[in-house]
């Protein structure tokens, strides 16, 4: 008659076993972290420390005040093609938005928002989106364009 020794109670079980439970609680620490459920105590997040290394606030500072960015989704298109912008503040009223040097027409979705489609009269490869305001501000993108 065979003895058959249950898998767990062998030294590859027991192995398989404590590997899945360090797996299972690393998972478990890191999910709480990305949900901001807790911090580890790490000196270079004490709040003195940033008080003394922050630069001063100014008040009168504006969400506009910051340069004007956006990225495009996506980053490669397709001739005729729409390319989304997403702006890091409220797009201006006086905003125009160029490929190449020359203005092409714009949708706007939301304040932070808006489309374009690409000409079908834009050369292939790498090309540069531009966004251009009457005040002078202005951010610019590379998107590759494929036929």
Do not use: C
Request: no cysteine; glycine share 6%.
């Amino acid at each position: 008659m065979s003895d058959k020794q249950s898998f767990w109670t062998t030294l590859p079980g027991i192995l398989t076993a404590i590997g899945g439970i360090i797996l299972a609680v690393a998972t478990l620490v890191g999910a709480l972290h990305a949900a901001g459920l807790f911090t580890l105590n790490n000196p270079s997040n004490n709040q003195d420390n940033l008080q003394q290394t922050s630069p001063p606030i100014n008040s009168s500072a504006t969400p506009n005040s910051q340069p004007l960015s956006f990225y495009a989704v996506p980053t490669t298109v397709r001739l005729g093609y729409e390319v989304t912008l997403v702006f890091n503040q409220p797009i201006p009223d006086d905003l125009g938005v160029y490929i190449n040097g020359k203005p092409i027409p714009i949708k706007q979705m939301n304040p932070l928002t808006l489309i374009i489609t690409i000409p079908t009269n834009v050369p292939l490869g790498h090309t540069m989106i531009q966004a251009k305001t009457k005040s002078g501000q202005s951010a610019s993108q590379y998107i590759s364009v494929l036929a």
